[in-house]
């Protein structure tokens, strides 16, 4: 069995870390994270905030495009793939649409605000500044995206119970 699983959720959700956890439960895997795509772009990339403008918007679409091909193509090679990315509302809702004919599961991690302030000041990377606080993305996820897959909110939860819930979980 290969199945393919979506993580999404804010920025310091733990999309990363549950991702890289839950590959190691099955004996063929792949990790497909979605910033790596948006990385390749040497020259030009544009700049990714709450507010993104036409360009930005159009290399969004496309890292999300390529990495759902990514997807496939592990997973036509027998692996189980789980796709890490921050996807919100119709990024989402396009995502699934893509490779709805492959069944994906999708995790939506959900932790309230002050877990993720405090999760991004623990670590090397910070995406939240003034301006951009975790309520902007929280409240963009709670109120945009639909209610598909599994929401978990892992304010209290570690990456072990994290993955244990999602593979726990009736698909």
Do not use: C
């Not at 795509?37 to 040497?42: A, G, P, S, Y």
């Not at 027998?78 to 509302?89: H, K, M, N, R, S």
């Not at 999708?106 to 405090?118: D, F």
């Amino acid at each position: 069995m290969n199945p393919v699983y979506i993580i999404t959720g804010a920025m310091a959700a733990g999309k990363s870390t549950v991702a890289k956890a839950l590959v190691q439960r099955f004996e063929r895997s792949a990790h497909v994270g979605g910033d790596a795509f948006l990385r390749m772009i040497v020259k030009g990339a544009a700049v990714m905030g709450p507010v993104l403008d036409a360009e930005a918007r159009a290399q969004l679409t496309l890292r999300q495009e390529i990495a759902t091909d990514v997807v496939r193509r592990y997973h036509a090679a027998g692996f189980a793939v789980v796709y890490q990315d921050i996807l919100i509302g119709q990024d989402l809702v396009a995502a699934v649409d893509r490779l709805a004919d492959l069944a994906p599961r999708v995790v939506v991690l959900a932790p309230n605000p002050q877990t993720l302030a405090e999760r991004d000041a623990a670590r090397a990377k910070t995406g939240y500044v003034p301006g951009f606080p975790p309520e902007v993305l929280s409240q963009a996820l709670a109120n945009e995206t639909p209610r598909i897959g599994l929401w978990l909110d892992t304010s209290e939860l570690d990456v072990d119970e994290t993955v244990a819930a999602i593979l726990h979980h009736h698909w």
